[in-house]
């Protein structure tokens, strides 16, 4: 964006070169009148002061806003298609506004949009556009703007304060005081007869738009890089935006929507939102609340904040979102959700070509969607910088020796494979596949979830616990790819007190899947889990990882082979951890070790497993069986567990057989351990 006003101002003077060479030397005279100071100066090609009658801009001039520049009641302002304004870096001292009764018909065009901006377009240089109207407001009629003290708001619905068509606004937001800026476009109570329609804001220090009451809707809305809020209302807006692309590549913005006080119920339809840099998506305040159909959300931490405790039955997913809780603290005034994040954005930034922006998302950032066949390059370090989620009939292939970086964004970083869709990691023994955090701390990311078809008792069509995935069917030889030689760490970032994320999440994958060679360490949940399905595991290296090392549900009937698991870090759970229905899983080689006491196996309620070729050293307690399970649940080496009530308990049981299995020889595991 640096110097975009420069680049636009050759072309204009250009054209203006042109017009003037072109002139007819025998037009008649213009007709004569009497001119005042602000006519005077706009034939200067300059906007200062009051104008109070009707005035055209012409479009080879290069307009220079050197203050104020106010529309009075009764007047109008037309801008041509192919007009440039330049912004003096004047601050608050500098705006454009359109009182209560005046008009402005900004009418570009797709080849020839008009542009307001100053000359390096950073923000906070200038002020903005503000519009006051005769809608209604919650603020009432005639009331007072935080901004120029303007007066707004009335009965009148259908008020019409012009047109404004094919914009570009960029370098606005200056800041008033510590509660009030000023934004790219400000709507006071302006209604539904004025005409909003192919509008761009770029790098404004506060809102993109801010509408406060009113009944405006505004179509093809194109918001990047506004430092506060990219779309803000308040004051029982019930207008609507349909048709908006909204991008955020600088840290410390704060939202997409930022809705407050009463609910007036706004619309919004096909609308996608890009963060590279993490952050907040959606917040609703006090009870406001809209209709959304049609939600992209793509790199945001958090999807929805209801940031007063308002009910999220206040905000209306037509496209069946549903709010899952990450914390519900009053303490911190956090009421926040993330959204099952399936849908794919119907708006695009192709849908913006008249735009002048140098945004670009580089090709090494991995977030979004995946919906046909996508091979990564090995060659390329790549960011997982949000969700990364393989749609049905999506293909991600991640080839040998690929690094992939997770950005330390907890809950909203994660890669999941929906049902349908397929993963195939190619790593090999000495050229492994890599996802880690940067420092690798338990809990910097969410790790990786697999949605099947297989069965499960939870159901057809069940809900995961996380990111509101279905999962679930009749086809227990379902297929969700392959997986070998792959190595995470840092995982197991917490949605809430209930529910996290793990290494490995396999949600009732099929039994054709392959899973081998796996390594998750510090996780700060399990290693890997099972929900349901009939997926086996070959060949797994679990350290410490917070929770359980494998943990079960839903009726697994699966299989794991050949299974390393070090504790050296005191406060996890156990080993296994099997819970629910009984499925019988097997479990062939494993070997555990712990440095810091803790508990090996857990069973609960009628949960159970038959294993072979265990080798338990340094736990406190065996085996748990937490719910009075029967010993009988639970086979070693093709028997009951032989086991002994721990002295002073009731469900923890020393083994006296059966965990002196010979220790698993994974000194050929060179590739466990490999790094970024």
Same mark, same amino acid.
């Given at each position: 964006?640096k110097n975009?006003?420069v680049?636009?101002l050759?072309i204009?003077?250009a054209?203006?070169?042109?017009?003037?060479?072109?002139?007819?030397s025998e037009?008649?005279d213009?007709?004569?009148r009497?001119?005042?100071?602000?006519?005077?100066?706009?034939?200067a090609?300059?906007?200062?002061?009051t104008?109070?009658?009707?005035?055209?801009?012409?479009?080879?001039?290069?307009?220079?806003l050197?203050?104020q520049?106010?529309?009075d009641?009764?007047?109008?302002l037309? %801008?041509?298609?192919?007009? *440039?304004?330049l912004?003096d870096?004047?601050?608050?001292d500098v705006?454009?506004?359109?009182?209560?009764g005046?008009?402005i018909?900004?009418?570009?065009s797709?080849?020839?949009?008009?542009i307001m901006?100053? @000359?390096?377009?950073?923000?906070?240089?200038?002020?903005?556009?503000t519009?006051c109207?005769k @809608?209604?407001?919650?603020?009432?009629?005639?009331?007072?703007?935080?901004v120029?003290?303007?007066?707004?708001?009335?009965n009148?619905?259908?008020?019409? =304060?012009?047109i404004?068509?094919?914009?570009q606004i960029?370098?606005t937001?200056?800041?008033?005081n /510590?509660?009030?800026?000023?934004?790219?476009?400000?709507?006071?109570a302006?209604g539904?007869?004025?005409?909003?329609?192919?509008l @761009?804001?770029?790098?404004g220090?506060?809102?993109?738009?801010?509408?406060?009451?009113?009944?405006?809707?505004v /179509?093809?809305?194109?918001?990047?890089?506004?430092?506060?809020?990219?779309?803000?209302?308040?004051?029982g807006?019930s207008?609507s935006v349909?048709n908006?692309?909204?991008?955020?590549?600088?840290?410390?913005?704060s939202t997409?929507?930022?809705?407050?006080?009463d609910?007036?119920?706004?619309e919004?339809?096909?609308?996608?939102?890009v963060?590279?840099?993490?952050?907040?998506?959606?917040?609703?305040?006090?009870?406001?609340?809209?209709? %959304?159909?049609?939600?992209?959300?793509?790199g945001?931490?958090?999807?929805?904040?209801?940031?007063?405790g308002?009910?999220v039955?206040?905000?209306?997913?037509?496209?069946?979102y549903i709010?899952?809780?990450?914390n519900?603290?009053?303490?911190?005034?956090?009421y926040?959700?993330?959204? /099952?994040?399936?849908?794919?954005?119907?708006?695009?930034?192709?849908d913006?070509?008249?735009v002048s =922006?140098?945004i670009?998302?580089? =090709? /090494?950032?991995?977030?979004?969607?995946?919906t046909?066949?996508?091979t990564?390059d090995?060659?390329?370090?790549y960011?997982?910088?949000?969700?990364?989620?393989?749609?049905?009939?999506? $293909?991600?292939?991640?080839?040998?020796?690929? *690094?992939?970086?997770? *950005?330390d964004?907890?809950?909203?970083?994660?890669?999941?494979?929906l049902?349908?869709?397929?993963?195939?990691?190619?790593?090999?023994s000495?050229?492994?596949?890599?996802?880690?955090? #940067?420092v690798?701390?338990?809990?910097?990311?969410?790790?990786?979830?697999?949605?099947g078809?297989a069965?499960?008792?939870a159901g057809?069509?069940?809900?995961?616990?996380?990111?509101?995935?279905?999962?679930g069917?009749t086809?227990?030889?379902?297929n969700?790819g392959?997986?070998?030689?792959?190595v995470?760490?840092g995982?197991? #970032?917490?949605?809430?007190?209930?529910?996290?994320y793990?290494?490995?999440?396999?949600?009732?994958?099929?039994?054709?899947?392959?899973l081998e060679?796996?390594?998750v360490?510090?996780?700060?949940?399990?290693?890997?889990?099972?929900?349901?399905g009939t997926?086996?595991?070959t060949n797994?290296y679990?350290?410490?990882?917070?929770?359980?090392?494998?943990?079960?549900?839903?009726?697994?009937n699966?299989?794991?082979?050949? @299974?390393?698991?070090?504790?050296?870090?005191?406060g996890?759970?156990?080993?296994f951890?099997?819970? $629910?229905?009984?499925?019988?899983?097997?479990?062939s080689?494993?070997t555990?070790?712990?440095s810091v006491?803790?508990?090996a196996?857990?069973?609960?309620?009628?949960?159970g497993?038959?294993?072979?070729g265990?080798?338990?050293t340094?736990?406190?307690?065996?085996l748990?069986? $937490?719910?009075?399970?029967?010993?009988?649940?639970?086979?070693i080496?093709g028997?009951?567990?032989d086991?002994?009530?721990?002295?002073?308990?009731t469900?923890?049981?020393?083994l006296?057989?059966g965990?002196?299995?010979t220790?698993?020889?994974?000194s050929?595991?060179a590739?466990?351990?490999a790094?970024?």
């Amino acid at each position: 964006m640096k110097n975009l006003f420069v680049k636009l101002l050759s072309i204009s003077m250009a054209f203006a070169a042109f017009t003037l060479t072109s002139c007819d030397s025998e037009d008649p005279d213009p007709i004569t009148r009497e001119t005042t100071e602000v006519i005077e100066n706009l034939e200067a090609g300059i906007l200062k002061g009051t104008l109070d009658e009707d005035y055209t801009l012409t479009a080879s001039t290069v307009y220079n806003l050197t203050g104020q520049f106010i529309i009075d009641d009764g007047a109008t302002l037309n %801008i041509p298609a192919g007009t *440039r304004i330049l912004a003096d870096n004047g601050g608050t001292d500098v705006y454009i506004a359109t009182l209560m009764g005046g008009t402005i018909n900004i009418n570009g065009s797709a080849g020839n949009p008009v542009i307001m901006s100053s @000359a390096d377009g950073n923000p906070g240089d200038w002020g903005g556009l503000t519009l006051c109207g005769k @809608a209604t407001t919650t603020a009432g009629v005639d009331a007072t703007a935080e901004v120029g003290g303007f007066i707004y708001g009335g009965n009148d619905d259908s008020d019409s =304060s012009g047109i404004i068509r094919y914009l570009q606004i960029s370098g606005t937001g200056a800041q008033i005081n /510590s509660e009030s800026q000023y934004n790219g476009v400000s709507f006071y109570a302006v209604g539904s007869g004025t005409l909003v329609d192919n509008l @761009a804001v770029i790098n404004g220090d506060d809102d993109g738009v801010e509408f406060f009451g009113g009944t405006v809707e505004v /179509s093809n809305l194109y918001l990047e890089n506004n430092s506060d809020d990219a779309i803000d209302w308040t004051e029982g807006w019930s207008g609507s935006v349909t048709n908006s692309y909204i991008s955020h590549t600088v840290a410390g913005f704060s939202t997409v929507f930022e809705g407050d006080k009463d609910n007036g119920n706004p619309e919004f339809n096909n609308i996608t939102a890009v963060s590279t840099v993490g952050g907040t998506a959606l917040q609703f305040k006090k009870t406001s609340g809209g209709t %959304i159909d049609g939600l992209s959300l793509v790199g945001y931490d958090v999807d929805l904040d209801m940031k007063d405790g308002g009910t999220v039955t206040n905000v209306t997913f037509s496209d069946g979102y549903i709010p899952v809780a990450i914390n519900e603290d009053p303490a911190t005034d956090g009421y926040f959700y993330s959204l /099952s994040t399936t849908a794919v954005g119907n708006t695009t930034l192709d849908d913006f070509p008249w735009v002048s =922006s140098d945004i670009s998302f580089e =090709s /090494s950032i991995l977030q979004g969607a995946v919906t046909g066949d996508v091979t990564l390059d090995a060659s390329i370090s790549y960011v997982l910088n949000s969700s990364y989620i393989v749609q049905d009939g999506g $293909k991600l292939t991640i080839p040998a020796g690929t *690094r992939i970086t997770a *950005r330390d964004g907890g809950t909203g970083v994660y890669i999941a494979i929906l049902q349908g869709g397929e993963i195939d990691v190619q790593g090999t023994s000495t050229n492994p596949v890599v996802i880690a955090s #940067a420092v690798a701390s338990p809990g910097d990311w969410g790790g990786l979830t697999i949605c099947g078809n297989a069965t499960t008792s939870a159901g057809v069509d069940a809900v995961a616990e996380v990111g509101g995935f279905i999962y679930g069917g009749t086809n227990d030889t379902d297929n969700s790819g392959s997986i070998t030689y792959l190595v995470l760490k840092g995982t197991g #970032a917490q949605i809430n007190s209930e529910s996290q994320y793990n290494g490995v999440s396999l949600y009732a994958v099929g039994s054709e899947t392959i899973l081998e060679n796996i390594s998750v360490i510090n996780g700060d949940d399990d290693g890997i889990e099972f929900f349901g399905g009939t997926a086996s595991v070959t060949n797994i290296y679990l350290e410490n990882n917070s929770d359980d090392a494998i943990d079960w549900t839903e009726g697994w009937n699966g299989s794991v082979t050949n @299974a390393y698991i070090s504790h050296t870090i005191a406060g996890f759970s156990t080993v296994f951890e099997g819970d $629910k229905a009984n499925g019988n899983p097997t479990f062939s080689n494993i070997t555990a070790i712990s440095s810091v006491g803790g508990t090996a196996l857990q069973f609960k309620k009628t949960s159970g497993g038959t294993i072979t070729g265990l080798h338990l050293t340094g736990y406190d307690v065996d085996l748990d069986m $937490k719910d009075a399970g029967d010993l009988s649940n639970v086979q070693i080496n093709g028997a009951d567990a032989d086991a002994t009530l721990v002295s002073g308990e009731t469900s923890k049981y020393t083994l006296n057989s059966g965990k002196d299995g010979t220790a698993l020889d994974i000194s050929a595991w060179a590739w466990k351990s490999a790094s970024l």
